[in-house]
């Protein structure tokens, strides 16, 4: 029966006191502790780009003779030159995987795992470092030269990492391993850079796309995308335009509501581009971005702990409706300046990204509050409102040309304001609201950080080059919970500040211009900060840790990079040992959801390897194969976890083999392709997790095919993804299942077949 409002203060009283006794048994507290990472996780790898062709080059997949151009220390060098771990994937690249969105590129990359509940809904990993759920980001994402998203544990940063529309781009740049001399906080898995084309200062030019698919038992699904180049004055100024809408079809059913197809989305966007050159010393670019995401679902499936779906095949049980929205706008001005034997650049920006997800929690919290508070509820329904508001400015200075002593120094500085309104709100048995919030917070913070950094690299000889670099950083963090509810309360005003210094080493030896080992020594971490803990009554004292502290990476890689002269053979061979401490979890302590740092650490082995073989221009086959031995060093009680226990999402290996053949003397260029991926199997969660009981995702084999031809500028595409339709669970949830509830598995999307078309004009 609906609560009337007479005697609602003294019946929201007496469940109040009932709920507060739940929520200090724990049972409550680790149910909210669920709550900021509200994600499945997926994880794929591998296939990836070495130093064997000219991924910027629009012919590169047919065999180009070029070398990829990277940015990853800050420069424009040869990716074969690089002594990391690195992949590109140019926009040809992206266009042969008919990729619309992240999760379609991601399973090409080594060592690259992600969480996802659908477009915009994702948490990045690279080389196994997560322990599931994350409060911020462990992997750095950059637009160009920008980075996105808040640097805070409160505005769900680890959870909605940046699903780039990916139109229009020169190439995407994935960094692996810690990168926290250049890229600083929250890059201590690596950096994903998203770099899109500039404009030409000569040519008047564009390109358009279109494409349709069929996903099976799913709905219809189509892109289109198009970009101009204008040159405003030759040599001297230029603006691209471009635009892009994306509409996936989904292919999860609601059988709870009868909706078909709920994680059907919508992504679409636009990028205004203008450069300016007074002097062939200066200049100057302004950039302005906005996109957004919409999606009607989650889309994931519910399963036994057997493996096996409980509604039916792609089908889910939801009561209420779990819509996901967001808008990211970027603004952005890079003047650089050459002074012949230095370069200037100044690098602002301005971001705001505004998300709202909706979540049904009916299978935790109405059996929980009904069982232990005598709450009779129908359904129970996460509202989460995440808001962040950021501006970042770095400046630097660096040597130009190759000379014996190459250096760059700089300046950061970046202030944020984020503020995460978390709802949840219940149903009557009749359908009627429930007339009290179960939880109503708001938890507004601030963060502030000014870093400076450097690197000099001494070239010993033409084949010896030595590299050092730090990094000094100091942030400041102030946080509060405000607010109420039944399981609610407002918490004082908290406040952090630290220091953390990074570091990196390398050697490179160069045997020829086209083979090279490397030895590299690089640390990383994510920042610490204040915690929502409430102050004791009868001694103002925090019932809890008041703050956190920073966790912190070590890796040491070796590796090795060549091609033939001729480019015909590649290899590009990396292995590392990672050493993980201080490991941030989102823990239950005195009754409370809260980040603290884990007593033991992790270690991390793994191997990377991709060879790439081009017997002939038009015939290509890449093997790409991945080994990760993740493990915790020490038991973990938060975590459920023993000691020697592998990291959950985290298959040992991994391969890809793909082959792609092309008959360029023909007028209309044929070509064939196709790709193999094998993950192995994973477990979700840790062996006694408290919060999420284990659920094994086993293995999975899946099979892409491609075919297309070339008409002068025109280029068409008929694609196959998952050709025989395999079930693979990429991922899974188990939250849900604490009290009967079903585990929430993200699945190989079901097979589908497309066709695109695209025209450079």
């Not at 030409?200 to 564009?206: A, K, P, T, W, Y």
């Not at 390109?207 to 204008?230: C, E, I, K, L, M």
């Not at 950061?412 to 709802?423: A, C, K, P, R, V």
């Not at 915790?632 to 083999?657: I, M, N, Q």
Request: proline residues 5%; neutral net charge.
């Amino acid at each position: 029966m609906a609560i009337k409002s007479e005697g609602n203060v003294a019946a929201a009283g007496r469940r109040h006191r009932a709920a507060q006794r739940l929520l200090l048994n724990g049972s409550a507290a680790a149910l909210l502790t669920c709550l900021p990472g509200l994600a499945t996780a997926q994880t794929v790898p591998i296939e990836a780009t070495t130093g064997a062709a000219d991924r910027t080059n629009p012919d590169a997949s047919n065999g180009g003779s070029g070398d990829i151009v990277v940015t990853a220390r800050k420069q424009s060098e040869r990716l074969l030159d690089v002594p990391q771990s690195v992949t590109a994937l140019s926009g040809a690249d992206l266009g042969k995987l008919n990729a619309t969105q992240f999760r379609d590129f991601a399973n090409t990359v080594p060592g690259l795992q992600f969480t996802t509940s659908g477009a915009g809904q994702t948490q990045v990993n690279i080389r196994g470092v997560t322990t599931g759920t994350s409060g911020s980001q462990t992997v750095g994402i950059y637009v160009d030269d920008v980075p996105y998203g808040a640097s805070t544990s409160f505005a769900q940063a680890g959870q909605l990492a940046l699903d780039q529309g990916l139109f229009d781009l020169d190439h995407v740049e994935v960094l692996r391993g810690p990168q926290g001399t250049l890229y600083g906080a929250s890059a201590l898995g690596g950096v994903i850079k998203y770099v899109p084309n500039a404009p030409d200062l000569n040519d008047f030019g564009g390109t358009g796309q279109a494409g349709v698919s069929s996903t099976r038992g799913g709905g219809t699904s189509y892109n289109g995308a198009a970009a101009v180049n204008v040159p405003l004055a030759s040599d001297v100024a230029a603006l691209r335009v471009g635009g892009y809408y994306s509409r996936d079809g989904g292919f999860v059913d609601n059988v709870a509501l009868g909706d078909r197809d709920v994680d059907r989305s919508r992504v679409y966007g636009a990028r205004l581009d203008l450069l300016v050159k007074p002097t062939d010393r200066l200049s100057i670019r302004l950039v302005g971005t906005g996109q957004n995401i919409r999606r009607e679902g989650r889309g994931t499936v519910d399963y036994d702990f057997d493996r096996s779906p409980r509604f039916g095949d792609l089908q889910q049980n939801r009561l209420v409706p779990e819509p996901f929205d967001q808008e990211f706008r970027l603004a952005s001005g890079t003047i650089s300046y050459d002074f012949g034997g230095a370069e200037l650049t100044s690098i602002s920006s301005y971001q705001t990204v505004r998300s709202t997800l909706h979540l049904d929690y009916s299978a935790l919290f109405v059996p929980l509050l009904g069982a232990t508070a005598g709450i009779p509820l129908r359904s129970a329904e996460v509202t989460i409102d995440p808001r962040t508001d950021k501006f970042a400015q770095e400046v630097r200075l660096q040597s130009s040309g190759t000379r014996t002593l190459e250096w760059l120094v700089g300046g950061f500085y970046t202030h944020e304001s984020s503020n995460s309104h978390q709802l949840i709100a219940g149903t009557n048995p009749n359908g009627t609201a429930f007339a009290v919030p179960i939880l109503d917070i708001q938890l507004p913070a601030k963060y502030k950080e000014i870093a400076g950094f450097g690197n000099v690299t001494l070239n010993v000889t033409d084949m010896l080059s030595l590299t050092g670099g730090i990094r000094y950083a100091h942030n400041e963090q102030r946080f509060a919970q405000t607010g109420g509810g039944l399981l609610g309360g407002s918490t004082p005003t908290r406040r952090s500040d630290e220091n953390v210094t990074t570091w990196l080493a390398s050697a490179q030896y160069k045997f020829s211009q086209d083979a090279n080992i490397y030895a590299r020594y690089a640390t990383g971490y994510r920042p610490g900060g204040p915690n929502a803990v409430s102050n004791d009554p009868a001694t103002g004292q925090p019932l809890a840790q008041p703050t956190f502290g920073a966790d912190r990476l070590k890796n040491y890689e070796l590796g090795f990079k060549a091609q033939t002269a001729d480019r015909k053979f590649a290899i590009d061979l990396a292995g590392y040992r990672i050493d993980w401490s201080d490991i941030q979890l989102v823990v239950t302590r005195n009754g409370l959801s809260l980040i603290s740092n884990a007593a033991g650490g992790a270690r991390i082995w793994g191997s990377e390897l991709t060879l790439t073989a081009r017997p002939t221009r038009d015939f290509v086959v890449t093997g790409a194969f991945g080994y990760t031995d993740a493990k915790l060093r020490a038991a973990d009680a938060d975590l459920g976890a023993r000691k020697g226990e592998r990291l959950p999402d985290v298959p040992k290996f991994t391969a890809a083999v793909s082959a792609d053949y092309g008959l360029p003397d023909v007028g209309i260029k044929p070509r064939v392709g196709a790709t193999v991926r094998f993950i192995s199997d994973r477990e979700t969660s840790f062996d006694a997790s408290p919060n999420a009981p284990q659920y094994d995702l086993g293995d999975y084999v899946s099979v892409d095919l491609r075919t297309g031809v070339s008409l002068g500028s025109v280029e068409a595409q008929l694609f196959a993804r998952n050709l025989f339709d395999e079930r693979g669970q990429l991922s899974g949830d188990a939250r849900l299942s604490l009290l009967g509830g079903p585990v929430q598995v993200a699945v190989l999307q079901p097979r589908t077949i497309g066709l695109s078309l695209s025209k450079r004009f």
